[in-house]
T-cell receptor, first 113, second 114 residues
Framework: TQLLEQSPQFLSIQEGENLTVYCNSS?????LQWYRQEPGEGPVLLVT?????EVKKLKRLTFQFGDARKDSSLHITAAQPGDTGLYLC?????????????FGKGTHLIIQP | EAQVTQNPRYLITVTGKKLTVTCSQN?????MSWYRQDPGLGLRQIYY???????DKGDVPEGYKVSRKEKRNFPLILESPSPNQTSLYFC?????????????FGQGTRLTVV
């Protein structure tokens, strides 16, 4: 089983600050996804990155896939309380989709007003 | 509305009493999967299915069974539940096998085995 290490595990910051969450592996993935999970709900896809070096932006969120396709980062600019949640990265190795995802343990993010 | 529906949302049961958690998707997805989520361990795949009558073990299949008799349904069966199966369970589906295909998750089933 391929492993994905996420850091930090927990992060609590003030509204308006910037932050970066990391997702690292020693294995190469065909693609990498970022999900956000709120209490009492299932994870919801934020973005998928496929090409090494790829950068995608979703409003204040910037996602980057490492050149070697082994790691990824999520940067949030001017964090808002609504960004609070569990952020999960997931790597696709067997082809992707519901059958082929390996998840990191997640980063619990709290944005305090 | 496109969705993955799990039932029940909450379940408390006793050791050894067989139970089934149902999962249904209305998106005509080929691929379905079950995960369990535990503190400090993250999401771990239990079983997955690439199509009707095709199922395979994930990373933590011991103590679980699944079936895929219809495309839309993928029930998770615990023949003899034990306390170490107390967890939050998620069913997920995706359209096809392909890098970067989005997985759609149900709302989860919180199971407690006493």
């Amino acid at each position: 089983t391929q492993l994905l290490e996420q850091s930090p595990q927990f992060l609590s910051i003030q509204e308006g600050e910037n932050l970066t969450v990391y997702c690292n592996s020693s294995s190469v993935f065909s693609s990498l996804q970022w999900y956000r999970q709120e209490p009492g709900e299932g994870p919801v896809l934020l973005v998928t990155v496929v090409t090494g070096g790829e950068v995608k932006k979703l409003k204040r969120l910037t996602f980057q896939f490492g050149d070697a396709r082994k790691d990824s980062s999520l940067h949030i600019t001017a964090a808002q309380p609504g960004d609070t949640g569990l952020y999960l990265c997931a790597g696709a190795d067997r082809g992707g989709g519901a059958d082929g995802l390996t998840f990191g343990k997640g980063t619990h993010l709290i944005i305090q007003p | 509305e496109a969705q993955v529906t799990q039932n029940p949302r909450y379940l408390i049961t006793v050791t050894g009493k067989k139970l089934t958690v149902t999962c249904s998707q209305n998106m005509n997805h080929e691929y379905m999967s079950w995960y369990r989520q535990d503190p400090g361990l993250g999401l771990r795949q239990i079983y997955y299915s690439m199509n009707v009558e095709v199922t395979d073990k994930g990373d933590v299949p011991e103590g679980y069974k699944v079936s895929r008799k219809e495309k839309r349904n993928f029930p998770l069966i615990l023949e003899s539940p034990s306390p170490n199966q107390t967890s939050l369970y998620f069913c997920a589906s995706s359209l096809y096998e392909g890098s970067g295909t989005e997985a759609f998750f149900g709302q989860g089933t919180r199971l407690t085995v006493v």
